[in-house]
């Protein structure tokens, strides 16, 4: 379907996605104003807290936002997943501009006035009251403008960690290769930041001009804004928590995870045992979830537990892998590992199909000659990994004269279909495979571990979900596996649609 089709089908969705973004932009700005202004305005009386707290206040903007949001998700009270952790980070992020201002609004201000203001008796707080703040608001708003455009970029980052958002379509459209996904998010985002910048410039300009005839208006002004965000600020913290008695299903950002958690999610709602979502979580959001007990279960594998989690050397033996894994992930974490779903979704290399039947290509070894002229992408994952590129450019003795392109997963499968990079690292099970016409490449030195699919629980809901698990042991085969994939990246249907048709089925 063309764009305006997809706003036409989409336009509930979307609109509850603009909302959930509006919310948590508001609030954490609203967080930073409250913490911001205070600060700025105490700045400017002590000399001694000016370099530590706008040291602090910088250092919070250097902050990779995902590594960020990953760092508070385990802090009790604070963090976690979904909105709550992504507010209180955006604050963070939003405090530098706010504080700033300010200072400097307030420190700008011609000294004379504040000699004549002292001249006619006035206090501390009446300067600041009826002097200070109304001719540095111009200033102040400027801050706040910046910290407002800021957030609205930095909390399409948030949907990695289950806060929703408009990110939510930029990384799904990203996953699946939908332009439309892509656009919509993104537009969306650009329309909204350009809307908040140009209305607190209205707002500022306003200030300026109607300063001179209502100070005191202003500062009522002030005031209401503070107990609102105090109202909503409560409302915000309140909600990122744990809700009664429920099972938190979370998944990975990839099409496939996002379907294991929702055929998990389904089968447990149809034995009337009340479940949350919070899918799509990004990197490794959803273990350290599990280990702060915001999440109860997500879908995982093996050989990625075993490697990356473990920091085992990779092995080949899948009776072993798992059997290790499951021994260590209790012990070391106190988790429980479900039995085999019944297929394994092994690193896959993967060349474009004309390529491939153009030289006949079968084989990993087949491409290593070739591959002295190609350019290579890999995902950060494969690129970082034990299990990832330098054993396996080891192993098959690849010699590439250009340095692979390192990039997110789900860009892998854009850059080889467009050209960009003739060999990715992707994963077997994939939709894209086949709908963009890849070829899979085989493994006959069998570099890779095996990475069985299962389910990781927290010991305390294990006796709840092991029904569910024995019926879903064996149960999912890798042919069924693709198809769904395929469902949903190829065909376009909801992870939810295609989960609850093998639930239906089996």
């Known amino acids: 379907m063309n764009f305006l089709e997809f706003l036409q089908a989409n336009w509930r969705e979307l609109l509850t996605l603009t909302r959930e973004h509006i919310v948590i932009v508001f609030v954490s700005t609203l967080i930073a104003v409250v913490v911001g202004v205070p600060l700025g305005i105490l700045l400017t009386r002590s000399k001694s807290l000016r370099a530590p707290v706008l040291g602090f206040a910088n250092v919070m903007q250097t902050v990779p936002s995902l590594a960020l949001f990953a760092l508070l998700i385990p802090i009790p009270f604070i963090g976690g997943i ?166 938190v299903v979370a998944s990975k950002d990839f099409t496939e995870s996002v379907i294991l958690a929702e055929i998990l999610a389904q089968m447990l709602e149809r034995e009337g045992i009340a479940v949350e979502r919070q899918l799509e979580l990004g990197g490794n959001i959803p273990h350290d979830g599990l280990l702060a007990g915001s999440l109860d279960v997500y879908p995982e594998y093996t050989g990625t537990a075993y490697t990356a989690i473990l920091k085992k050397p990779p092995i080949t033996d899948p009776e072993t892998v798992y059997n290790e894994t499951k021994e260590e992930y209790s012990s070391r974490f106190g988790l429980y590992l479900s039995p085999p779903l019944g ?29 002295r002229n190609w350019q290579a992408g890999f995902g950060q994952d494969f690129m970082s990994r034990s299990d990832g590129y330098p054993g396996f450019v080891k192993a098959y003795g690849f010699a590439f004269s250009k340095q692979p392109r390192e990039m997110d997963l789900a860009l892998t499968y854009r850059a080889l279909q467009s050209s960009e990079v003739d ?70 249907r909801t992870p939810a649609e295609v989960a609850g048709e093998w639930v239906g089925n089996n």
């Open 343 to 371: 297929f394994a979704n092994d690193f896959a290399i993967l060349v474009r199909g004309k390529v491939a039947r153009e030289a006949n290509l079968r084989t990993i070894s087949d491409a290593v000659p070739l591959a």
């Open 82 to 247: 979904g909105a709550r952790t992504a507010i209180i980070a955006l604050s963070l992020y939003a405090l530098l501009p706010v504080i700033r201002n300010t200072f400097t609004g307030i420190t700008g201000i011609d000294p004379k006035l504040r000699e004549s203001a002292t001249a006619l008796g006035m206090t501390t707080w009446q300067k600041l009251r009826m002097l200070e703040l109304p001719l540095a608001a111009p200033v102040i708003l400027t801050g706040i403008r910046v910290a407002v455009v800021i957030s609205v970029g930095v909390a399409t980052v948030a949907a990695a960690i289950g806060a929703g958002g408009l990110g939510t379509y930029i990384f799904r459209g990203l996953r699946q290769n939908d332009n439309n996904l892509l656009l919509a998010g993104a537009v969306l985002s650009a329309l909204l930041a350009l809307t908040c910048d140009f209305a607190i410039g209205a707002i500022a300009r306003s200030f300026e001009i109607g300063r001179k005839k209502s100070r005191t208006k202003h500062i009522g002004i002030v005031a209401a804004g503070v107990i609102l965000a105090s109202i909503l600020i409560s409302i915000a913290l309140a909600g990122g928590g744990r809700s009664g008695e429920r099972i």
């Open 423 to 492: 060999i990715i690292a992707g994963n077997s099970t994939d939709g894209l495979i086949a709908a963009l016409d890849l070829v899979q490449l085989e493994d006959t030195r069998q570099y890779f571990p095996p990475y069985q699919a299962v389910f990781v629980a927290r010991q305390a809901v294990s006796k709840t979900l092991e029904p569910i698990f024995d019926r879903l042991a064996g149960a999912i085969s890798t042919e069924d596996m693709r198809r769904m994939n395929y469902e949903v990246d190829g065909r376009k």
